[in-house]
C-alpha cells in the first residue's frame, strides 16, 4: 500500500502529471483541499482521506472551528475517512463545545467516516523543539509512518512549508523532512 500525502500547493504540476494511482492507493489531502480543486485526477482517485485541524481561534470565529469544513462537506461522497486532529474532548469546555457544534452542523459529529487523532506525543518523539503547532501535513506524515506496515510506502508531494508560516517551525520541518527522505523513510515523484 502507498499512502501518498498532498500538501495544499498549487505549484506541484510536474508531480501531478507523474503520479500514477495503483491499486490500493491511498490519497490524503488537507483542510482546504486546493489541489483537489485544481487537479482532476486527485479528484478521480478512489481512496481519498481528508485531514483538517482545528484553527486557531485567533484567526477565525468558533463558529467554523475545523479547517476547511464547508469544502470537505460539499465533496464528503468523494472521502472515505476524514481525520480530525485532535477530537472535541481534548479540549477546555468552551472550546469543547464550539468544536461539537461545528462538528454537528456540518454533519461530521457521529459519521461513520469520521475519525481523530491526537498527536500530542509525536512532538516529544521528534524531539520538536518550538512552542508553535506541528504542521498537518507532519502530523499526517508521523500518523501514517508510526501506523503503516513495513512494507507499506509514503509519497510526499508539495511539502515545501510555504504555507501558514508563522504557526509551524518551517526551517526545523523542512530539515526533518529532508532527513527522513535520506533515510528512506519517504518517497517523491
Not at 495544499?8 to 482546504?32: A, C, M, R, T
Not at 475545523?66 to 460539499?74: C, D, Q, V
Request: hydrophobic share 35%.
Amino acid at each position: 500500500m502507498r499512502y501518498i500525502l498532498v500538501a495544499n500547493n498549487l505549484d506541484i504540476d510536474n508531480e501531478i502529471s507523474k503520479l500514477e494511482e495503483q491499486d490500493g492507493d491511498e490519497l490524503v489531502l488537507f483542510n482546504f483541499l486546493q489541489p483537489f480543486f485544481k487537479y482532476e485526477k486527485l479528484r478521480n482517485f478512489k481512496n481519498i482521506t481528508v485531514m483538517s485541524r482545528k484553527r486557531s481561534s485567533r484567526t477565525t470565529p468558533l463558529s467554523s472551528v475545523y479547517a476547511g469544513l464547508e469544502e470537505i462537506r460539499n465533496n464528503v461522497n468523494k472521502f472515505k475517512s476524514i481525520i480530525f486532529h485532535k477530537s472535541p474532548e481534548s479540549y477546555g469546555a468552551n472550546l469543547r463545545q464550539a468544536c461539537i457544534d461545528s462538528l454537528k452542523e456540518f454533519g461530521f459529529l457521529n459519521s461513520p467516516k469520521t475519525m481523530y487523532i491526537h498527536a500530542d506525543s509525536y512532538k516529544r518523539i521528534i524531539g520538536y523543539r518550538s512552542g508553535k503547532a506541528l504542521s498537518s501535513g507532519l502530523i499526517a506524515y508521523l500518523y501514517y509512518k508510526l501506523n503503516k506496515k513495513p512494507e507499506d510506502k509514503i509519497t510526499l508531494i508539495g511539502f515545501t512549508s510555504s504555507i501558514a508560516v508563522r504557526f509551524h517551525e518551517v526551517d526545523w520541518e523542512r530539515d526533518f523532512f529532508k532527513q527522513e527522505l535520506i533515510r528512506g523513510n519517504w518517497e517523491q515523484i
